[in-house]
């Protein structure tokens, strides 16, 4: 594969960047491995020193960091500023509470002693996606050098810049070399590594198929894996709804990041009482974004990541159509220079047509119309998918009660699927496994070790 920075907003051509040789592979390997035996000796506060250190440095540069996402896979320059802030505070929060996290657990034996010390794995292997280019190396990386692993990471070919500056961040906050390294390596490579012995544990970001690989290789060599995968979030919006505020968040939980979101919001399931004026103020909504330069703050409809995912997307939604999907708008490529497509919506989708069960990964939304909350929470789990989902209701004693009914990994009330720090971030089925982010990200690549300490008199 190619590591190459094209602008989607104009097709330009950034720069383009050689895969390491095998012999660079492993040197890398070595290096990482070397440096695990230094890392993992330090104490948490040498540690947080450094990595709270990278959380400054990404805030004092965070037009530096920012400007590469824009210009390598077209977010608009405010969410890119967003999702800086974002990494930087995710960082920052490892730093200050892992060694809480990870502090020895007591336990309470009938007779002697005994407690859980959290010990780190070593080398971990991340490959990661180019929608939230720092995002997904922030809750990787934190975590677990703040757990006292190091990290390489394999990421998306289309964002090498970021994924450059994002290993230069680690060595300017003061961390040794290897303790984050960045690898521009082929698909064969990547076996490679998650064969090597030195890798412990491997963790992905990604589509379902690049899930199934990577976890089976991992498998073959009996590695602990994570997987965050694919999504298919439902926005169920029910008869007793805000109808206008539930609307802005609509096209927030649609259009954030065009569309490109694995915890998007994708599936509209709409109570029948409320269907057409949501449908309407939706669309209405949708035809009132603006089209540009994401480098432009007055942008608010930027271009998608590469021109194969517009050709991808276009091909989904034809796709669709012919199956029996009704085109309430959109559904065309924009007539301007760059990877852009129109807001779509889709009705009338049955399940035997493909985009029942389909990730649309941009600006289309799946609109359905319910009778009430039970059909409502019945269609929401016939998927495959089972990341995240979102209630939109005024009675949140209500929203509880549904929310326990959904199968995901996560449910939100009044408001879409989001991140925070302090929020545990993950799905379940085809959604993957694992968790990443708050106290729980943290536990994830640790061996959870049991000593106990018994009277040497003790009988046999």
């Not at 047509?353 to 990730?359: C, K, S, Y």
Request: glycine content about 8%; proline content about 5%; aromatic content about 8%.
């Amino acid at each position: 594969m190619s590591y190459e920075s094209v602008n989607p907003y104009d097709g330009t051509v950034l720069q383009t960047f050689e895969e390491m040789t095998d012999g660079q592979l492993e040197s890398a390997l070595a290096t990482a491995a070397a440096c695990f035996e230094i890392w993992n000796k330090k104490s948490y506060g040498e540690r947080a020193v450094i990595v709270a250190r990278a959380a400054v440095l990404m805030r004092e540069r965070s037009e530096e960091f920012a400007r590469p996402v824009t210009l390598e896979m077209g977010k608009l320059i405010t969410q890119a500023r967003g999702e800086v802030e974002l990494s930087a505070d995710i960082i920052d929060y490892y730093a200050k509470n892992a060694e809480t996290f990870l502090g020895p657990e007591a336990l309470h034996p009938t007779t002697g002693e005994a407690e859980i010390q959290n010990a780190a794995f070593g080398v971990l292997f991340g490959v990661e996606p180019w929608n939230f280019p720092y995002y997904q190396l922030a809750r990787f990386a934190a975590p677990n050098l703040m757990a006292g692993n190091v990290v390489i990471v394999k990421h998306a070919g289309c964002v090498p810049q970021c994924a450059i500056a994002f290993e230069k961040l680690w060595l300017d906050a003061g961390a040794p070399a290897g303790a984050y390294t960045n690898l521009l390596i082929s698909y064969d490579q990547v076996n490679r590594v998650i064969d090597d012995p030195r890798i412990k544990g491997i963790a992905l970001t990604g589509s379902v198929e690049a899930g199934k690989a990577v976890a089976a290789r991992a498998g073959l060599n009996l590695k602990k894996s994570t997987m965050e995968l694919g999504g298919s979030d439902a926005f169920i919006v029910l008869e007793d709804a805000d109808l206008d505020k539930t609307v802005e968040w609509a096209v927030w939980a649609k259009m954030n990041n065009t569309g490109q979101c694995c915890v998007a919001a994708k599936r509209f399931i709409v109570v029948e009482e409320l269907a057409d004026r949501f449908l309407d103020k939706f669309q209405t909504a949708l035809a009132k974004l603006k089209p540009g330069n994401p480098m432009d703050v007055a942008t608010t409809l930027g271009p998608l990541s590469t021109e194969a995912a517009l050709i991808k997307l276009l091909a989904q939604v034809k796709q669709a159509v012919e199956k029996g999907a009704k085109l309430v708008m959109g559904g065309k490529r924009l007539n301007r220079p760059g990877a852009f497509m129109e807001p779509t919506i889709l009705s009338h989708i049955t399940p035997d047509n493909p985009a029942f069960r389909d990730e649309f990964f941009g600006p289309v939304a799946l609109f359905f119309r319910v009778k009430d909350e039970n059909e409502a929470i019945a269609l929401a789990n016939d998927s495959e998918f089972g990341l995240g989902g979102s209630i939109f209701t005024r009675d949140v004693h209500r929203g509880k009660r549904l929310a326990s009914h959904i199968n995901t990994g996560m449910v939100f009330i009044n408001h879409p699927t989001w991140t925070t720090p302090d929020l545990p971030f993950g799905g379940i089925k085809n959604s993957g496994y694992g968790r990443e982010l708050s106290s729980m990200g943290i536990q994830e690549f640790v061996n959870k070790k049991l000593v106990r300490t018994a009277s040497i008199d003790a009988p046999a």
